[in-house]
């Protein structure tokens, strides 16, 4: 299918200063052919790429006052199968990634069973395919059920799909299986993708451990615990010089941390969760299990550090740590109430808000959910696709959206199945009207 | 994000009681004022008030209490409430209906107030957002959460202190034990301050502190001496025993020398310093029974006073 975008802003992802021209995108046309991006380029001078002769497009999609950006790419979105089907099913949260935009997502191994086994990361892989949607990256369990004790089949896995492995967040108790982990990872080059939670620390816990914990008389998740196993496994790191991915840090001590890590020349990359990016425990309200995370939302500071950590570069990616959990398990008491948010849906407006309460570049917000993700995962893992990448011949995973559009998330304007947000009742910023997977507009607002 | 109270209705009424934090100082000073009305009802023959007359009190224990859940009966029963005691830890909780279930069947059963204890902080919260969005008229005690509140204590001991002490601007009020599992002492914490107590400290080892006490208003003092010093009111701390060994304290032996309440330690006290205790004590790991039976103590003044407090409660939120 031929496809013309036409009166649109592209927007480049740019991971530095982008010239100030194009920090918000630039008008421009953008052409699809065969799956690919063929042309951009401003009518009135001289486009990039060439339009064939006599070029006549299927389809014309007026893009006036929207923004042309590359597929989202989400390193952590939880779909839940196997297992979970009853908070989720893998059809309806691949539609709610492409209803948000994103267009690669990555998914732990927690799932029931875990994906310790390569026959269940090929089944999953292939009920994907089927459906025609967003390019899933699986992460392999790093041990077997993710118990911490033995070492999974790794290359099994990396055959069958895994582009990485993770515990998810279930933490490894014992040091030396860890390390032995982290070895054997190295051998064969893949990434081990770590939440940084020492379990003794944070057994029991529940909320951020402050004022606030204190005076719920909620039993605190203290921040050494996210400090304490980052320094364990930055150890081990210097030592095995494995390629270790930190999810989900939470606080300030642990971005700087990664931030002094990075600076050593360690090989460690990290992210953080888009709602950590504005909520802190403050505003947990009178024990609203909508705030119940893992980990937990932390002081003002610490969310602050996080913001600081995206602009200089400490923090490298932002992910939706997309979470649905049923009603059931959320209707009890904060401290038996199941952690998690829903987020695919919530990414790029609540990246947008940060954004605009930052002044940060439109290229450079864009790219926390782009470019840097995908570097990540790593180009050669997500070839064939063209996750967090915009380019004359690349493959055309794009999503156009109206950074204007206001609308208010609760619970019937959600595809998700997971209903649960901080940002219920909210008004948010930001809505994708079409989501293209190699070159198809599979999914269009209406 | 910051969501509404849900113990105050629009009209500024007391809707629920769910927490001491939040609660406005007017409205602690009416409950102590309504009870002091009501204790002399409790020093009559006939020891009933038709104030609650044909409704009905559900006690709704989550958790084991024989003291709490007997006040609370004896008060509704002198309001002429009807009362009913579940005792949920041994019915539908283990068969594995969920605590939002079981709120539904007894909101059909048409009662007019739960009172509710649960081993979970915000578990009355829960409860009562629930009750109120499904637009049902009933109200919520919270008599006890986790580590979270006892607003009822809280305020059975500030009639205490003021019945002893008159006022509560220029006292100085210890807290000794372990505060960190607490509830009682959150919410004294919050009445306390409210009130206008401008010494409110906490005594006790690191592991029983919780951090951040001193954004509630709170001095912290490991020294137990140090922290009794020129005190007006001692408020002990009942000791779990499943916290007398582990990780938290080594012993119930080294506590007690460290931290109970003796003669010795009460001395550094104000002389006409007066001995609380929620209850139930522990002879020689919190409390000397030479102060506990001491001329000091006022922990059966309080038992007394929480009857009276109770009924105060009942009555201004069901009446």
């Known amino acids: 299918m031929k496809i013309s975008i036409l009166n649109g802003r592209v927007l480049i992802p740019c991971e530095r200063s982008a010239p100030k021209d194009d920090q918000h995108g630039s008008r421009a046309d953008l052409h699809i052919a065969d799956g690919r991006v063929i042309a951009i380029g401003d009518p009135s001078s001289s486009p990039s790429g060439v339009l064939p002769d006599g070029w006549v497009p299927d389809r014309v999609i007026d893009a006036r006052g929207m923004l042309v950006a590359p597929g989202l790419v989400d390193l952590a979105a939880r779909l839940r199968e196997p297992g979970f089907e009853y908070r989720a099913t893998l059809e309806s949260e691949m539609q709610a990634a492409l209803v948000g935009g994103v267009t690669a997502l990555v998914c732990p191994p927690d799932t029931d069973p875990p994906l310790d086994e390569p026959g269940l990361v090929e089944m999953l892989k292939h009920r994907a395919r089927g459906l025609a949607g967003a390019h899933l990256y699986p992460l392999g369990a790093l041990t077997v059920a993710l118990q911490g004790t033995v070492i999974t089949e790794m290359a099994e896995l990396a055959e069958a799909g895994c582009v990485g492995f993770s515990q998810a967040n279930v933490a490894i108790a014992d040091s030396q299986v860890l390390l032995r982990a982290l070895q054997y990872a190295k051998t064969f080059g893949f990434q081990v993708w770590l939440q940084p939670q020492d379990p003794c620390l944070a057994r029991g816990g529940i909320v951020h451990a402050g004022p606030l914990a204190s005076r719920m008389g909620l039993p605190g998740i203290p921040v050494i615990a996210e400090t304490v196993a980052l320094l364990t496994i930055l150890e081990l790191v210097r030592v095995t010089q494995a390629r270790v991915h930190f999810c989900r840090l939470s606080s300030a001590?642990?971005?700087?941390?990664?931030?002094?890590?990075?600076?050593?020349?360690?090989?460690?990359?990290?992210?953080?969760?888009?709602?950590?990016?504005?909520?802190?425990?403050?505003?947990?309200?009178?024990?609203?299990?909508?705030?119940?995370?893992?980990?937990?939302?932390?002081?003002?500071?610490?969310?602050?550090?996080?913001?600081?950590?995206?602009?200089?570069?400490t923090v490298d990616a932002i992910c939706s740590d997309h979470t649905p959990v049923d009603d059931d398990a959320k209707a009890l008491p904060y401290g038996e109430a199941e952690p998690g948010t829903t987020g695919l849906e919530l990414l790029l407006p609540l990246v947008l808000k940060w954004a605009t309460e930052t002044r940060t570049p439109l290229a450079r917000a864009i790219a926390t959910i782009t470019t840097g993700p995908a570097a990540i995962v790593g180009v050669d893992q997500m070839a064939g696709t063209g996750a967090g990448m915009l380019a004359v011949g690349a493959v055309a995973d794009l999503m156009i959206f109206d950074p204007d559009a206001l609308w208010t998330v609760d619970r019937n304007s959600l595809v998700s199945q997971g209903r649960h947000s901080p940002f219920l009742g909210y008004e948010l910023a930001g809505r994708v009207m079409t989501t293209f997977v190699a070159g198809q507009p599979i999914f269009e607002r209406v | 994000m910051i969501r509404r109270h849900p113990q105050i209705d629009g009209q500024g009424r007391l809707r629920h009681l769910l927490s001491i934090d939040g609660l406005p100082k007017a409205m602690i000073e009416r409950v102590l004022d309504t009870a002091s009305a009501f204790l002399d009802v409790s020093d009559r023959t006939v020891k009933k008030l038709p104030l609650l007359r044909g409704r009905s009190v559900f006690n709704l224990f989550f958790e084991n209490s024989t003291r709490t859940r007997t006040t609370f009966e004896i008060a509704a029963q002198r309001l002429s409430a009807d009362v009913f005691n579940l005792n949920i830890s041994a019915s539908s909780a283990s068969k594995g209906e969920s605590l939002l279930d079981t709120i539904d069947n007894l909101a059909a059963m048409n009662a007019d107030l739960f009172v509710v204890r649960h081993a979970q902080s915000g578990a009355p919260f829960l409860i009562a957002q629930h009750l109120d969005q499904l637009g049902k008229d009933v109200h919520v005690i919270n008599a006890g959460d986790g580590r979270h509140e006892h607003p009822t204590q809280a305020l059975l001991d500030a009639y205490t202190i003021r019945h002893f002490k008159k006022n509560f601007t220029g006292l100085r009020i210890a807290l000794v034990g372990d505060i960190l599992h607490s509830r009682v002492a959150r919410s004294n914490i919050h009445a306390l301050t409210t009130l206008g107590v401008p010494d409110v400290r906490a005594v006790g080892p690191a592991t029983l502190l919780p951090g951040g006490l001193e954004s509630m208003g709170v001095r912290v003092f490991h020294d137990m001496r140090e922290g009794l010093r020129d005190v007006d009111v001692v408020i002990m701390l009942r000791l779990q025993n499943e916290r007398m060994r582990g990780a938290l304290l080594p012993s119930a032996q080294e506590y007690f020398k460290h931290y109970g309440l003796t003669p010795e330690k009460l001395a550094y006290a104000a002389p006409d310093a007066i001995v609380m205790h929620p209850g139930p004590m522990n002879r020689g790991v919190e409390i000397d029974s030479a102060v506990a039976d001491g001329p000091q103590a006022v922990i059966l003044s309080q038992v007394t006073f929480g009857i009276a407090v109770r009924m105060a409660v009942l009555g201004m939120i069901a009446a």
């Open chain 1, 253 to 313: 001590a642990g971005v700087a941390l990664v931030r002094a890590a990075k600076l050593e020349g360690l090989p460690v990359t990290c992210d953080v969760s888009v709602h950590h990016l504005h909520v802190t425990d403050q505003d947990i309200g009178w024990f609203d299990a909508n705030h119940r995370v893992d980990p937990p939302f932390r002081s003002q500071r610490d969310r602050d550090a996080i913001r600081a950590g995206l602009e200089d570069g």
